[in-house]
T-cell receptor
């Protein structure tokens, strides 16, 4: 089971780019990196998933270096509504994978 | 309509009472999960099920039980509720692909007095 480590909290201001880095040193060859966003009193929702290099969608970008031991979620030009907790998970491709959430990164966006 | 529906959304009960939280999904997924979230903490897994005949304990199953009545339904029971079970409970579903995304319900807030 690949353990993930990410900062407990981050602060930013509206309009800035936010980068949240997650470490997953023992990620296995076929595992994917998945990020979820959770607003207060709501269930987490999928943001983005990647295997290597860069993935971009309408919400965020995910950068994964060649060694895949870390990944960075990038939120461009954040707004107040991006205030949330962001979770990084390693999605194991083999066996009976059980999604495990850590404490995530609490992002607060200030006016 | 939501793909994953939890009932009740809010419940206040007393110590010792039996409580059932229900979850139903229209995603057609095999895998269903119950998580618990306490303030400032991440989600902790209580029970999970990979199909109708499969039930597995998670990280914090003591004091809880589950029933998978059908592919679409997964219920969580507290046989005798205690105050430290006050929390926000989430049901989630996922398809068979391990790398597939989880779909969460809106949560059930339980308060045990």
């Amino acid at each position: 089971l690949a353990k993930t480590t990410q900062p407990i909290s981050m602060d930013s201001y509206e309009g800035q780019e936010v980068n949240i880095t997650c470490s997953h040193n023992n990620i296995a060859t076929n595992d994917y990196i998945t990020w979820y966003q959770q607003f207060p009193s709501q269930g987490p929702r999928f943001i983005i998933q990647g295997y290597k290099t860069k993935v971009t969608n309408e919400v965020a970008s995910l950068f994964i270096p060649a060694d895949r031991k870390s990944s960075t979620l990038s939120l461009p030009r954040v707004s107040l509504s991006d205030t949330a907790v962001y979770y990084c998970l390693v999605s194991e491709s083999g066996g009976s994978y059980i999604p495990t959430f850590g404490r995530g990164t609490s992002l607060i966006v200030h006016p | 309509d939501a793909d994953v529906t939890q009932t009740p959304r809010n419940r206040i009960t007393k110590t010792g009472k039996r409580i059932m939280l229900e979850c139903s999904q229209t995603k057609g997924h095999d895998r269903m999960y119950w998580y618990r979230q306490d303030p400032g903490l991440g989600l902790r897994l209580i029970y999970y099920s990979f199909d109708v005949k499969d039930i597995n304990k998670g990280e914090i199953s003591d004091g809880y039980s589950v029933s998978r009545q059908a592919q679409a339904k997964f219920s969580l029971s507290l046989e005798s509720a205690i105050p430290n079970q006050t929390a926000l409970y989430f049901c989630a579903t996922k398809g068979r692909l391990n790398t597939g995304e989880l779909f969460f319900g809106e949560g059930s807030r339980l308060t045990v007095l």
